[in-house]
């Protein structure tokens, strides 16, 4: 009884029910269709111009956005299909190109047109360097391969055509309702995918470079030198080399005797030793020694990876056989498109015999 009356009656837990709200389903992100045309709005929805998107695939931002650009700027001095633009998309992916699709085939009948996307991958990039005595050697290659993507945009008959033929109309009391058939018509065979890739580079190279005159190795050539030269003067016998000339002066006539003051002959001598020269080099070498530092490369910078990627697509555009524009004026000097990369690129590229189904069919 004892222990009993020592314990304390300690409260017991009350259950609390909290309410949260359910989380509200996030909006998809709104897709602003493309309706460019050379009219301006609101007619430019009227009659769309055919688009090519021109997508980058790299580890970095700024590798993708050298992709785009450089595909870009290269093959818009040619002739697409039906005057296609080219809309460049650095920061798109894949996903984003279908996504455009799809928002686009959602269009009312008539307005959709067809778009394609280019992708453009960076295969490899490697930096090297190479010692050619005289100078270093530093060098940038790039490897690129394109795909083409194309998206069949139309409206959305063929699923109406299709629901049609599996359903029937039942009629009931206030309203209608849909009930499958008793033997529905068999479905067509599939038709194609509305995006696919149909047209396909080969992986082509191009390269850059820049040299750096190797001065330290010159100046240790001469400081090497130097100190062998400096060593063989320590070491070798001192010898002295001394020549004495002797003047004599002729007596004036009458035959007197001369003064005491008067000059008779003068003795000349030259004396020389190869001790200074060891100093000399020994203090040069001190001084280029302390003076001289050995600097590193010079690495390889964004120019040459731009530059190396340039000579890639310039074989990669030639791959696709597409036409130059013939609305240029004749009065000035032409030259083929991009020639001025055409060194940054492989010699003997790989070649694709047809043309792209993105050029325009002549």
Known sequence: ?????????????????????????????????????????????????????????AND??????????L????????LIDGA?????????????????????????GLSVR????????????NGLSDRWSHWWSSTEAAVNVLYAECALGDNTSKTAARSRMFSPVARRGNTTLRPKSSPTPSPSPSPPAYAYIWSSHTQFGHDGKSTTNMPRY??????????????????PTKTYKSTTVTN?????????????????????????????ATLTGAFLTQATQQYTVVSIVPADDANAWNAIEGAVYNIVNEMHCPTPTSAPSAKPTSPPNDDVKKFAE????????????CLQQ
């Open 115 to 126: 778009e394609g996307a280019l992708v453009i991958a960076a295969v490899a990039l490697a």
């Open 219 to 236: 100046f240790s050539l001469v400081s090497q030198l130097l100190t062998l030269a400096a060593i063989y003067a320590a070491v070798a």
């Open 1 to 57: 009884m004892a222990f009993a009356q020592n314990l304390v009656p300690t409260a017991s837990p009350i259950p609390v029910l909290l309410l949260t709200a359910s989380p509200t389903p996030t909006k998809p992100p709104t897709i602003i269709p493309y309706c460019i045309a050379d009219a301006h709005l609101p007619d430019a929805c009227k009659k769309r111009q055919r688009i090519i998107y021109v997508i980058g695939v």
């Open 347 to 358: 010699a003997t590229p790989v070649p694709l015999p047809n043309k792209a189904p993105f």
């Open 61 to 70: 931002y700024a590798t993708r956005g050298r992709l785009v650009a450089t």
């Open 72 to 79: 870009t700027d290269q093959l818009q001095d040619f002739d």
């Open 249 to 277: 002066f002729p007596t004036p006539a009458p035959s007197t005797s001369p003064p005491a003051s008067w000059l008779v002959s003068m003795t000349s001598e030259s004396d020389s030793s190869n001790s200074s020269f």
């Open 85 to 109: 633009r080219l809309i460049s998309e650095p920061s798109w992916s894949t996903d984003d190109f279908i996504n455009q699709c799809e928002a686009d085939r959602n269009r009312p009948p």
